[in-house]
């Protein structure tokens, strides 16, 4: 019986290994699931439940199955605009990305906090709540906007706009 050897030499091995390191590493960021945040644009009226309900058939579409999709989702915004939260791999993030829906998508990400006084100013208590309090029992503070970005952006300036959005711009 034949067999057969096959020798790397040193510098091959550290070269094939850093290959074998990256293609794993690659592998992996495709399909890691991140948080991902879809802005749709403007809510259009719509009440909450029904806009949840077509966050859900958007987001059906990059899955296999509609369970896999209810189970990725974590929270329909539809007060101030329309957009929906996500746990998503970066291939289901960019076929989720060609939908025309779909204005933007990107990770989110943690931010720091620019203000201390703003549950102050909303009259909520910084203290933990028990689960007996009032507060608690009454969802105090639920659904409620603390604030909205401002990216500082001209819709006046075309240029800012992109391309998707330039439809829903109101001409004067």
């Given amino acids: 019986m034949e067999s057969v050897v096959v020798a790397i030499s040193p510098p091959l091995q550290g070269t094939y290994l850093l290959d074998v390191i ?3 590493l690659l592998k992996s960021y495709h399909t890691i699931n ?5 802005y749709l644009g403007h809510n ?3 009440n909450a439940s029904l806009t949840a309900s077509l966050h859900l ?3 059906s ?10 189970d990725a989702i974590l929270y329909s915004y539809s007060y101030g605009f329309s957009g929906f939260a996500a746990m998503l791999n970066s291939t289901q993030a960019a076929k989720l990305s060609e939908a025309e829906e779909v204005i933007s998508i990107f990770r989110s990400r943690m931010l ?3 203000t201390t006084r703003s549950w102050d100013f909303m009259g909520l208590s910084l203290h933990i709540q028990n689960e007996q309090s009032a507060g608690m029992q009454l969802k105090y503070g639920d659904d409620i906007i603390v604030g909205i970005l401002d990216t500082g952006g001209l819709e006046a ?8 959005r330039r439809a829903l711009t109101v001409q004067n």
Wanted: glycine content about 6%; overall charge negative.
């Fill in 22 to 24: 990256q293609d794993i």
């Fill in 34 to 38: 991140q948080v991902h945040i879809v």
């Fill in 44 to 46: 259009d009226g719509l």
């Fill in 57 to 59: 058939q958007l987001l």
């Fill in 61 to 70: 579409g990059v899955f296999t199955r509609s369970d896999e999709a209810r």
């Fill in 112 to 114: 720091e906090i620019h």
């Fill in 157 to 164: 300036k075309q240029t800012v706009i992109p391309a998707a």
